[in-house]
């Protein structure tokens, strides 16, 4: 029995030990407190404690008590900062979606704090890395939060192209194209300006090829828009990608012309078919159906 007894009084020993190591003086109260279990009394104390957490790399108990700041002093200085460091504990942590939800929040709730830049830097990150993970409808919604919450921050011009890429990437061109639109708009300065006027020419010419019968209208758009970015842009890597839609468009412009043409023919209107092969000609002589546009002008011409 003594044994036993002694066995039990070394284990309460060593239990009160470790459990006084979570307690600590609060020089404002005055008294030993368990942090574990009680918020402290004042949000510095609160938030200090919680930090340490974050700063040893506890991420999970830094939310905790991060959590215990904005329960009981939401309204003090420290609560802003205090959802700030949440959110960067849940990226921390990996948990992308939540740390842009709690991010926000900050701007929601504390719209005067002073970590505007830093957490709209933070999103575009979110987005990014969503973005990455081919998840476009997420990534659009996050870069375009990025440029509602920060027009003019270091990360609007690239958030408004990521907005408009999401789109390309989901095939919807004429959103792609209006958001393109707006980063050359908005942000002349911007060094996406010749990929976007790339892009905004390539969305066209898939406007253009996705009707069913041939529009003049979005054609005539699709090479007006690769013709300015031709004539801007003369030294952008996309130069080649760009001549290449356009001649596709000339031939098809070119082609519908020509058809036209022979029909004026066929309908004996000489002076109407003549006008719409020499239109060939003359706009389009480097296509094929430019070819064949001489030729039935000189069958014409010779009857």
Not at 47 to 52: P, R, S, V
Not at 89 to 94: Q, R, S
Not at 155 to 173: E, G, H, I, N, W
């Amino acid at each position: 029995m003594k044994k036993i007894a002694c066995f039990i009084v070394v284990c309460l020993f060593f239990l009160c030990r470790h459990g006084y190591a979570y307690w600590v003086w609060s020089p404002q109260t005055n008294k030993w407190v368990n942090p574990v279990y009680r918020t402290f009394d004042t949000p510095e104390e609160q938030f200090n404690w919680a930090k340490k957490y974050f700063d040893d790399g506890d991420y999970r108990k830094a939310i905790s008590e991060f959590k215990k700041v904005l329960k009981k002093f939401k309204e003090s200085a420290f609560a802003p900062e205090a959802k700030y460091y949440l959110g960067l504990c849940y990226e921390k942590l990996g948990k992308l979606y939540p740390a842009f939800e709690t991010y926000q929040s900050v701007i929601d709730i504390y719209p005067l704090n002073d970590r505007l830049e830093e957490i709209v830097e933070r999103q575009y990150i979110i987005g990014e890395k969503f973005f990455t993970k081919r998840k476009y409808d997420l990534a659009k919604d996050i870069f375009a939060k990025v440029l509602e919450n920060a027009p003019y921050s270091k990360v609007s011009d690239v958030a408004q192209y990521k907005v408009a890429l999401c789109y390309l990437k989901m095939r919807d061109y004429v959103n792609a194209r209006d958001e393109l639109s707006s980063l050359m708009e908005n942000y002349g300065y911007s060094p996406y300006l010749d990929d976007a006027s790339f892009h905004i020419g390539f969305c066209s010419f898939k406007i253009s090829s996705s009707v069913k019968d041939y529009d003049e209208e979005l054609v005539d758009k699709a090479i007006d828009d690769l013709e300015y970015f031709l004539r801007r842009f003369q030294t952008s890597d996309y130069v080649p990608k760009a001549q290449s839609l356009l001649d596709k468009l000339k031939h098809r412009k070119a082609e519908r012309l020509f058809v036209v043409a022979q029909f004026y023919e066929k309908q004996r209107k000489t002076y109407a078919a003549i006008k719409y092969y020499e239109e060939v000609v003359f706009s389009y002589e480097k296509t094929d159906w430019a070819k064949q546009a001489r030729a039935r002008l000189k069958r014409l011409r010779e009857k």
